[in-house]
């Protein structure tokens, strides 16, 4: 070797050796800078110093300037960090809460657990949990009271339908293991349906029995429902792909700092459904995990997409040890999908004045291509192959919802009856309808409408000229009060929809609410028709017209509308 090129190897090493060394002070500085400032307010703040509390502050002060995935979870918080990330298993009673008016109340109940076996009840008051009283507590305080070892006794007082006697139920908890699978059937015309909700423990071996057992019916084809999943653990979703593609076929890559050294997830087995017609359902809910499923499904051509584009999260995130029985979460990397993509949505490392993150924008997607030679794109999540507009909420349903009255009134009327026919079969009459009309209208409530024009007459008011508006007040109040019952009735088909959801719920469940709203579901139909359409199928993996192209607007024209013959 020519003495300079060792001279210039030895200026680099000498160059790299000071950036270290610079590094090093500058962390070493801070530290020290940090522990000075916590020393000398512990020592000479005028009140006392919580310090477990500050320091807390300080780190999530820190980390509030990275991104919303990267956190530090204190001892105390360990073990709802397990559940919420890792497992799928808590001790606890099998119900979940929310605050309502400040009054802690039972939203759901899970089938099969010690709630519903002692029937507590969605719309349940809850008072008291031990003889601690409730009142202004939060939800998730009240859900860490609830929760507990397996088999310790619970003793809850709660109030319901608004009688003055409070109730006492007195039970143990039990082992509370939700299903990462909520529901799978072969459904109508021999298609196979698998909603997986979430990618945590097991949920690879979940998604594996069911579809063994849905394979022995022969199906035409398989629909994997993703719609609503957040995601979790990434080598889980890995082993999904794996019951689909061949051995040995790269599925995600995690990319780090070092960019030139990835982490390469690979399948490891034979598929046990290698040829099955596959359709992936996704929506804006569809996140991580279920972004790896769905995307490497598309790059390797191997499932159809349909639904709405996904969330965009390419983030990959590990978990760190840390002394005292605490850990921090932190994002370590980006993943890549097999055509080379990342689908990571917003960018954390620039951001805005203001503090939040810049979305990418479509025009600077870059293209890759599948491996049939489609073109897909990075950014902002994953494209479905089939666009289906989410049908939006019209404002009398967002008012039915958000003031709780489909709420109140199958709460009313689960009060008022012991059964119900199955869920494919029940069906609500007119005149039950007619009652929750009138119903709706006992309530207090007002539209947004409404509420505007109450804004508006409280205004005059100030300004004292009530007797000029008022006549034109009460003419809109009028005319607000009709479009409200012409509402009722012009959306009578989607309320009594929602309306029969819930009920249904009350009965059966989420797995009946499932099997309810699968008769009418457009994606899930949509799917049906793909997958007993073969051409279709064939001409969507292989390319052919105008689905060379995947998730450029200006250029895609695959797309169906959401809205219903009413609308």
């Given at each position: 070797m020519s003495k300079k090129w060792m001279l210039l190897i030895g200026v680099a090493l000498i160059t790299s050796l000071l950036a270290f060394s610079e590094d090093l002070f500058q962390i070493s500085k801070n530290i020290d800078i940090f522990s000075s400032v916590y020393k000398e307010l512990?020592?000479?703040?005028?009140?006392?110093?919580?310090?477990?509390?500050?320091?807390?502050?300080?780190?999530?002060?820190?980390?509030?300037?990275?991104d919303p995935y990267t956190e530090f979870v204190p001892e105390s918080d360990i073990e709802e960090y397990k559940?919420?990330?890792?497992?799928?298993?808590?001790?606890?009673?099998?119900?979940?809460?929310?605050?309502?008016?400040?009054?802690i109340t039972i939203s759901e109940v899970y089938e099969g657990f010690p709630a519903q076996k002692n029937d507590i009840r969605a719309g349940d008051e809850l008072l008291e949990v031990d003889g601690v009283k409730l009142s202004r507590k939060k939800d998730e305080d009240v859900s860490a009271m609830l929760k507990g070892p397996k088999g310790t006794k619970l003793k809850i007082l709660i109030k319901r339908n608004n009688n003055n006697t409070p109730i006492e139920k007195i039970f143990n908890r039990e082992e509370i293991k939700q299903n990462n699978v909520s529901y799978s059937s072969v459904l109508e015309q021999e298609i196979g349906y698998i909603k997986l909700d979430r990618f945590l423990e097991n949920s690879a071996e979940e998604v594996k029995d069911a579809l063994h057992q849905i394979l022995k019916s022969k199906p035409k084809g398989l629909i994997l429902d993703l719609r609503y999943n957040g995601g979790g653990i990434l080598t889980e979703a890995v082993k999904i792909v794996n019951l689909f593609v061949a051995k040995n076929i790269e599925i995600v890559a995690q990319k780090g700092r070092n960019i030139e050294n990835p982490i390469v997830y690979k399948t490891t087995k034979d598929p046990i459904a290698a040829d099955i017609p596959l359709v992936v359902l996704i929506n804006a809910?569809?996140?991580?995990?279920?972004?790896?499923?769905?995307?490497?499904l598309q790059d390797l051509d191997r499932a159809v997409l349909i639904g709405q584009r996904s969330f965009g999260k390419g983030l990959v995130q590990q978990t760190f040890?840390?002394?005292?029985?605490?850990?921090?979460?932190?994002?370590?990397?980006?993943?890549?999908?097999?055509?080379?993509?990342?689908?990571?949505?917003?960018?954390?490392?620039?951001?805005?004045?203001?503090?939040s993150a810049n979305k990418m924008a479509d025009s600077l997607m870059t293209e890759f291509k599948t491996q049939n030679k489609r073109f897909v794109y990075d950014g902002n999540g994953i494209y479905p192959d089939i666009v289906i507009k989410e049908k939006s909420l019209n404002e009398i349903i967002q008012?039915?919802?958000?003031?709780?009255?489909?709420?109140?009134?199958?709460?009313?009327?689960?009060?008022?009856?012991?059964?119900?026919?199955?869920?494919?079969?029940?069906?609500?009459?007119?005149?039950?309808?007619?009652?929750?009309?009138?119903?709706?209208?006992?309530?207090?409530?007002?539209?947004?409408?409404?509420?505007?024009?109450?804004?508006?007459?409280?205004?005059?008011?100030?300004?004292?000229?009530?007797?000029?508006?008022?006549?034109?007040?009460?003419?809109?109040?009028?005319?607000?009060?009709?479009?409200?019952?012409?509402?009722?009735?012009?959306?009578?088909?989607?309320?009594?929809?929602?309306?029969?959801?819930?009920?249904i719920a009350r009965y059966y469940f989420e797995k009946g609410r499932l099997q309810y709203r699968l008769k009418e579901d457009i994606e899930v139909n949509e799917a049906s028709k793909i997958i007993l359409n073969t051409t279709s199928l064939t001409e969507i993996l292989s390319g052919a017209n105008n689905h060379k192209y995947i998730g450029k607007?200006?250029?895609?024209?695959?797309?169906l509308s959401a809205k219903n013959d009413e609308d």
């Open positions: 512990v020592v000479n703040y005028v009140d006392e110093i919580n310090s477990s509390r500050i320091i807390k502050k300080g780190i999530d002060a820190m980390l509030d300037d990275l559940m919420k990330y890792v497992s799928t298993q808590y001790g606890g009673i099998g119900a979940s809460v929310f605050v309502r008016d400040g009054i809910h569809s996140a991580s995990a279920s972004e790896i499923v769905a995307g490497s040890n840390l002394p005292y029985n605490t850990l921090v979460k932190m994002t370590v990397a980006k993943y890549y999908l097999p055509s080379g993509r990342c689908i990571q949505s917003l960018d954390y490392s620039n951001k805005t004045n203001n503090g008012f039915l919802v958000s003031n709780y009255l489909i709420f109140d009134y199958t709460n009313k009327y689960r009060q008022e009856h012991n059964t119900i026919t199955q869920p494919d079969k029940f069906r609500i009459s007119d005149e039950l309808y007619l009652d929750f009309i009138n119903y709706t209208f006992l309530k207090t409530n007002q539209t947004k409408s409404e509420k505007l024009l109450n804004d508006l007459k409280n205004e005059i008011d100030k300004n004292k000229k009530s007797e000029e508006f008022k006549s034109e007040y009460e003419t809109l109040k009028i005319k607000l009060n009709n479009f409200k019952k012409q509402e009722l009735t012009t959306y009578k088909s989607d309320i009594k929809k929602l309306l029969e959801t819930e009920i607007p200006k250029k895609y024209k695959g797309e």
